[in-house]
């Protein structure tokens, strides 16, 4: 079931349908589309809710852009998507200066700063510059040099080409400050982890500048951010000591369901990574899920133990194909798998056959059963329906077509056969003796009396 959400557009009620969620720095935006024909994104700063924007373009070069072009991106329903929407579904849309005034409150004007370069696509960049400018001007009258540093550097990204920016970088004040900003030292972080973040975050195929960002998010208790962080990492370059951090996190915060959803999306992206094939097979056999097991079977870059097909093998014996929407049609692409194990593949195609007799003739079902007879050649139960397709047209051989579509459990198929075969030899108790077995299977008791009475009748006539 899709996500929904609402927000609040003035007097105006939006229901919104939730698509994705890009993770990129200390943002998170989310893509929504709204039953007004619109496409919403809303804003978090980390996981704080912003505000709520309408669009039809998004902007080059824009937050909102490079985070759905260098962030990390999860498609709805996603459980990290969950968890930020598990305190709230509703949602206002404010205007930009409503919007200053709010997080004027809730953030450090350093964060407030960067929190206005966000809302590029929404509000002119002439309004968003004098607005953080604003904020340097605050520091500098307060003779807070420092910050006044802090905040050149996101103008400096924001609108590098802005006269003032220029003019203000050659200022002798804070060229003292460009000796902390050559190398992401202890010390920048310290002094502004915004800008370091936003630097290691470039850099974070170097190990050194990867293990440093996560130790600046740990700092910060953002473990969402982190998980997002290892799950980009594994992704690009598994590893065992990736893949034992983002497991460390998922089980300190997530529910198991959860935790295996997300190693869901991981396996999306990183399907070649083994102990994860091995940890999703494993939950899948754990929780008889087979549907969601046999597209990994049948994965070429999955590789299967002996233990853990024995496993599967008896998984899929027991599977009760008419619980949920069960697409039989792809799974004699699973032959392989059963190759030399004849009595597993026995047992597992009499549960096949038998369901797809009810939507298809023997014609089909022996073209289907092909993949498997090339693998483990002509096994009793291919055998059958060879047999059974055979009979199809054979006025004579009705009685052992209606006594196999009987063992495959298609009643009402066996009982056309041997209706005809009672009508072509009607002194022959055999196809009535089998009526009134089938009508007894069916609960149809009287039906089932009737024909065993008439077998009675016509045994002693014969006698």
């Not at 972080?189 to 996560?214: H, P, R």
């Not at 039989?328 to 004849?342: K, Q, T, Y």
């Amino acid at each position: 079931m899709a996500a929904q959400l609402t927000i609040m557009d003035h007097k105006h009620t939006v229901q919104a349908e939730i698509e994705r969620m890009a993770v990129f720095l200390q943002g998170k935006i989310v893509e929504v589309s709204g039953d007004d024909g619109r496409l919403w994104y809303l804003f978090f700063y980390r996981n704080q809710y912003l505000n709520a924007m309408p669009t039809t373009k998004i902007k080059r070069g824009s937050i909102l852009a490079h985070a759905f072009r260098d962030g990390i991106v999860f498609k709805a329903p996603d459980p990290l998507i969950r968890i930020l929407f598990q305190a709230n579904r509703n949602f206002k849309k404010i205007s930009f200066d409503h919007l200053t005034g709010k997080i004027e409150k809730l953030f450090t004007p350093h964060e407030t700063a960067l929190i206005a370069t966000f809302f590029e696509s929404f509000v002119p960049k002439r309004k968003l510059f004098e607005y953080i400018q604003s904020i340097f001007y605050e520091y500098r009258r307060n003779g807070q040099l420092l910050q006044c540093a802090r905040i050149l550097r996101i103008l400096t990204d924001f609108a590098p080409k802005q006269s003032w920016v220029k003019q203000i970088s050659r200022d002798l004040n804070l060229i003292k400050y460009e000796k902390l900003y050559r190398t992401v030292s202890p010390e920048l972080i310290q002094k502004d982890s915004l800008y370091a973040e936003k630097i290691l975050y470039k850099e974070m195929n170097d190990e050194a500048s990867f293990q440093k960002l996560v130790n600046l998010l740990r700092s910060q208790n953002r473990w969402l951010d982190e998980t997002v962080l290892w799950i980009r990492k594994m992704e690009q370059a598994p590893s065992d000591s990736g893949y034992s951090a983002l497991l460390d996190l998922l089980d300190g915060h997530l529910a198991v369901q959860d935790k295996m959803a997300v190693l869901e999306n991981l396996y999306s992206r990183a399907p070649h990574y083994q102990p994860l094939q091995e940890d999703l097979l494993e939950y899948y056999l754990k929780m008889k899920q087979p549907e969601k097991l046999i597209p990994m079977v049948l994965d070429p870059q999955v590789q299967l133990g002996g233990e853990q097909a024995e496993k599967i093998w008896k998984m899929l014996a027991s599977w009760n194909l008419d619980e949920g929407d069960v697409d039989i049609e792809p799974l004699n692409r699973l032959a392989p798998f059963f190759a030399g194990h004849p009595a597993q593949a026995e047992t597992f195609l009499e549960k096949c056959i038998t369901h797809l007799f009810r939507n298809r003739d023997t014609s089909y079902i022996k073209e289907w059963l092909l993949p498997f007879k090339q693998a483990l050649g002509a096994l009793p139960v291919i055998r059958k329906v060879e047999q059974m397709h055979g009979m199809a047209d054979d006025p004579d051989r009705q009685s052992a077509l209606g006594e196999l579509y009987f063992e495959f459990g298609q009643y009402e198929k066996a009982i056309e056969c041997f209706s005809w075969e009672m009508e072509l030899k009607g002194n022959d108790p055999n196809p009535v003796k089998w009526l009134s077995k089938i009508y007894h299977e069916l609960g149809m008791h009287s039906e089932s009396k009737a024909y065993r009475n008439l077998y009675i009748d016509m045994e002693k006539r014969r006698a």
